[in-house]
């Protein structure tokens, strides 16, 4: 029996190294409690209404929004970088074109390029305009599009609000705008590139397949300047689909009611779709009339491929029951996302798909680096990936008070 014992005991120790070994290093980025720079200790990196997204480049410099305690500003836009974090702009400060930034708590998402350039959105006080989305490079501040000022390609319309800035890798930057023209409102996109703005698309607009444009997601950009979303369609075609803007030329890659790989159409999109520089598109969408509720999709220059679905089968057991909104794509198309899992050893966890497979990253009930165990994502689990494969998430503590606010990343070498 002793020996039984023992050989189970070698056995379990076994399996623990092997897992040990296998799991990826966890690197945290920020944790609540740690000094911030400028002056008081981090408290929070989201705000509870909006996903956490910590953008990573391929330097493995991690952007990120947080809320401070007793510092000189209450919240601001940091940059991790080879293990010091510095601020780059913070409640406070001035603006480019005049007043102060008033908060960056309804624009919370920062977005990333290769050369460690900072985009975001903001509110200003005390200036010309009352928010814009502005750009960060080596320290330096410049608007890159205001409210108050005359929308181009839409006649006597002005910016009325902007948000969900897009960085590219050679300074271009998309963004959602809500335009106002008299007493009307509209959506639209626009990019910056090179000093100029241009209108990429409106709401009225024709769309590719008939109908008309009424309603964007957060638009995607990637380094050659291509411009990927989601929208909503109003007229007798489509209702909706996912569409890729490259220069003049505008095209639907996939529509509400188009056949799905595996049986059933496709239903609805997700608010966010990811490109990369290749012009592969990833989206989550909804499915109806087929075997199938949902899943994970990729077009790469031909028909649209699942990559997961609902009810298959998770890394360690159980099987995917929901999919994270925001799946993000590296260089290579390999695909970064967060998932529920029903039946396995964890309920929520972090994935990253590859050629050879599914790979979990980290999940509910892992150890974490700054101590304790991953208790939960927050409200909208969220992972980002960098165009080489490096991974950031966020963490929260749970409504009884497990676990803590933190950012953590995962370097490619690590998988």
């Known amino acids: 029996m002793r020996t039984l014992l023992a050989l189970l005991a070698s056995l379990v120790l076994v399996v623990a190294t092997a897992r040990a070994a296998d799991a990826p290093a966890l690197r945290a980025v920020a944790v609540a409690g740690q000094p911030a720079p400028g002056g008081g200790t981090f408290e929070r990196f989201g705000i509870e209404s909006q996903p956490i997204v910590a953008a990573m480049n391929a330097r493995g410099q991690v952007a990120f929004f947080a809320t401070v ?6 919240e601001g836009f940091f940059l991790a970088s080879a293990g010091r974090t510095s601020r780059v702009v913070a409640e406070g400060d001035v603006a480019p074109g005049g007043g102060t930034f008033s ?7 920062p977005s ?7 985009a975001f959105a903001a509110a200003v006080t005390g200036g010309r305009t009352v928010e814009g989305v502005f750009v960060s490079t080596g320290g330096k501040l410049r608007a890159v599009a205001v409210a108050g000022t005359a929308a181009p390609g839409v006649a006597a319309a002005t ?4 948000d969900a800035p897009a960085l590219g890798d050679r300074g271009d930057v998309a963004f959602l705008a809500t335009l106002r023209r008299g007493r009307e409102t509209a959506e639209a996109i626009y990019l910056a590139r090179g000093g100029a703005l241009r209108k990429v698309v409106a709401q009225g607009d024709p769309a590719p397949a008939g109908g008309s444009f009424a309603a964007f997601s957060v638009p995607a950009l990637n380094g050659k300047g291509v411009v990927a979303f989601s929208a909503v369609v109003e007229g007798r075609t489509v209702p909706g689909g996912v569409f890729v803007a490259d220069g003049e030329r ?14 059933g ?21 909804v499915l109806v009339h087929g075997p199938l509720a949902g899943g994970l999709f990729i077009v790469d220059g031909g028909a649209p491929r699942r990559v997961v679905a609902l009810g298959d089968g998770a890394p360690g057991g159980g099987r995917f029951s929901h999919f994270g909104l925001w799946p993000t794509l590296t260089a290579t198309g ?8 029903d ?27 700054a101590g304790g165990k991953l208790a939960s994502f927050g409200l909208y689990p969220l992972a980002t990936a960098s165009p080489t494969g490096g991974l950031t998430f966020a963490t929260a503590p749970t409504a009884t008070g497990e676990g803590q606010d933190a950012i953590y990343a995962v370097a490619p070498a690590a998988r």
């Open 69 to 74: 305690l007793r510092g000189r500003a209450s």
């Open 265 to 285: 159409v496709f239903a609805k999109f997700s608010d966010r779709v990811s490109i990369n520089d290749a012009g592969a598109v990833a989206f989550n969408a």
């Open 159 to 162: 910016f009325a609000s902007l």
């Open 112 to 118: 990333l390029n290769a050369a460690g350039d900072v």
């Open 334 to 341: 390999d695909l970064a996302f967060t998932a529920s899992v």
């Open 250 to 263: 505008l095209r639907m890659l996939v529509g509400a009611g188009d056949e799905t790989p595996g049986g």
């Open 103 to 109: 908060g960056f708590g309804r624009h919370p998402v």
């Open 343 to 369: 039946g396995g050893p964890t309920s929520i966890a972090v994935f990253l798909t590859t050629r050879a497979g599914i790979t979990r990253i980290a999940g509910i009930g892992d150890p974490v680096p």
